[in-house]
């Protein structure tokens, strides 16, 4: 069914985004700090500031589209948006659905969180939000998975005892250990996965994609990438 989908999907899509008047940029909008929903109901976060900027650089009309997780390629392949941003790592696998810009975030690790450090996470129970390169990481080892359509469901399922550890990306982890007030910790050392994040856009999407990359080239060449990478995640952020 889904290979049909992405197949009647890649021909209607096959105009590209640029001959639309808007280019509608997709994110999940529930995974602070890279995009989330503020108390007014508005998107903010390191890739909403980023992505105005691109579109303003590439001279695009830009306008955003939150989408769930679990979704969120298939509704990109099948048109109702342009592009994918939303901390979304570069894998072989999505490769082979979809294209990407460049990296806007470096590689960075992935880490274990518990009530405990002594959790044995290579044999217990293990959250993570499904399919994400931390889901798949898990499925490798000898620990049972368990995932759920959000990280915060996954850390949740530690709080209720549902398992034994949540496994995600450090940078989204952090604030969530440091504000417990000790009831969480970090497991064990963190774990480099992945190629960097960067945004997904359709197959044959060829010249949106050329627009976004030379947009972030250019901030990462003036340094206001980093910047914005220091604004959102702390002066100890990855940089370029």
């Known amino acids: 069914m889904r290979t049909l989908t992405?197949?009647?999907?890649?021909?209607l899509a096959a105009t590209g985004a640029l001959a639309q008047d808007v280019v509608r940029m997709g994110t999940e909008g529930a995974?602070?700090?890279?995009?989330?929903?503020?108390d007014q109901g508005e998107l903010e976060?390191?890739?909403?500031?980023?992505?105005?900027?691109?579109?303003?650089?590439?001279?695009?009309t830009c306008e955003w589209v939150t989408n769930d997780w679990?979704?969120?390629?298939?509704?990109?392949?099948?048109?109702?948006?342009?592009?994918?941003?939303?901390?979304?790592?570069?894998?072989p696998e999505r490769d082979d659905v979809i294209d990407f810009t460049q990296d806007y975030i470096p590689p960075t690790p992935s880490s274990y969180v518990g009530l405990s450090p002594d959790v044995d996470v290579t044999s217990g129970i293990v959250a993570a939000?499904?399919?994400?390169?931390?889901?798949?990481?898990?499925?490798?080892t000898s620990a049972t998975l368990l995932e759920f359509a959000t990280q915060d469901e996954a850390v949740a399922a530690v709080r209720n005892g549902e398992a034994d550890a949540a496994f995600g990306d450090?940078?989204?982890?952090?604030?969530?250990?440091e504000s417990s007030?000790?009831?969480?910790?970090?497991?064990?050392?963190?774990?480099?996965?992945?190629?960097g994040i960067g945004i997904g856009v359709r197959e044959s999407d060829a010249e949106l994609k050329a627009k976004l990359d030379e947009a972030i080239t250019a901030m990462k060449e003036d340094g206001s990438l980093n910047e914005l990478l220091a604004k959102w995640f702390g002066d100890a952020a990855p940089s370029y």
């Open 45 to 60: 976060g390191y890739e909403i500031d980023l992505g105005n900027e691109l579109c303003t650089r590439a001279g695009l």
């Open 70 to 91: 679990d979704s969120i390629i298939p509704n990109l392949v099948s048109g109702n948006y342009d592009t994918i941003m939303a901390g979304m790592s570069i894998t």
């Open 31 to 38: 995974y602070p700090p890279y995009s989330y929903l503020n």
């Open 6 to 11: 992405l197949t009647a999907a890649l021909a």
């Open 181 to 195: 007030g000790g009831e969480l910790t970090f497991i064990g050392d963190p774990v480099p996965l992945g190629e």
């Open 129 to 140: 939000q499904t399919n994400t390169i931390q889901a798949s990481h898990v499925a490798e």
């Open 170 to 177: 450090t940078d989204y982890l952090t604030p969530i250990v």
